[in-house]
């Protein structure tokens, strides 16, 4: 996800984290009609892997589904939106300070950083910097 002023507020990324990517995966290639591209996470200290969802017949990626292990263990199973901050470490100061909660974070990913807040009505979303 690049990192410029231009990505402020924009919702950058779609992801879903579940206990079992494989069939959530299939679901939503029959549902949606997405085609499956896996990802693999041998990086996390087992072999698996996560999917891109890509528009049909491209490789165009519009979302994610990912196992609920690793550093992807304390996701809640819901569609989480990323969206572009100016600072995600005071705009997780500002969730706390406005009722909200960090459900983790920071998490630093290819140069970013990320923090998945819940709001105070218990919806996720996640930011990055």
């Given at each position: 996800?690049?990192?410029?002023?231009?990505?402020?507020?924009?919702?950058?990324?779609?992801?879903?984290?579940?206990?079992?990517?494989?069939?959530?995966?299939?679901?939503?290639?029959?549902?949606?009609?997405?085609?499956?591209?896996?990802?693999?996470?041998?990086?996390?200290?087992?072999?698996?892997?996560?999917?891109?969802?890509?528009?049909?017949?491209?490789?165009?990626?519009?979302?994610?589904?990912?196992?609920r292990?690793?550093?992807?263990?304390?996701?809640?199973?819901?569609?989480?939106?990323?969206?572009?901050?100016?600072?995600?470490?005071?705009?997780?100061?500002?969730?706390?300070?406005?009722?909200?909660?960090?459900?983790?974070?920071?998490?630093?990913?290819?140069?970013?950083?990320?923090?998945?807040?819940?709001?105070?009505?218990?919806?996720?979303?996640?930011i990055?910097?």
């Amino acid at each position: 996800m690049p990192e410029d002023n231009k990505n402020i507020g924009k919702i950058a990324w779609h992801d879903l984290t579940v206990d079992d990517a494989e069939v959530v995966k299939d679901f939503y290639a029959k549902v949606v009609g997405w085609d499956v591209g896996g990802v693999s996470m041998g990086n996390q200290g087992e072999e698996y892997q996560d999917y891109n969802m890509n528009l049909p017949g491209t490789v165009e990626t519009v979302a994610g589904v990912c196992h609920r292990r690793g550093s992807n263990s304390g996701l809640p199973p819901q569609w989480v939106m990323y969206v572009g901050v100016e600072d995600s470490a005071k705009s997780a100061e500002q969730c706390i300070a406005s009722g909200g909660e960090i459900v983790e974070g920071p998490r630093d990913i290819g140069g970013a950083t990320y923090y998945y807040l819940k709001d105070p009505a218990g919806a996720v979303l996640a930011i990055y910097s």
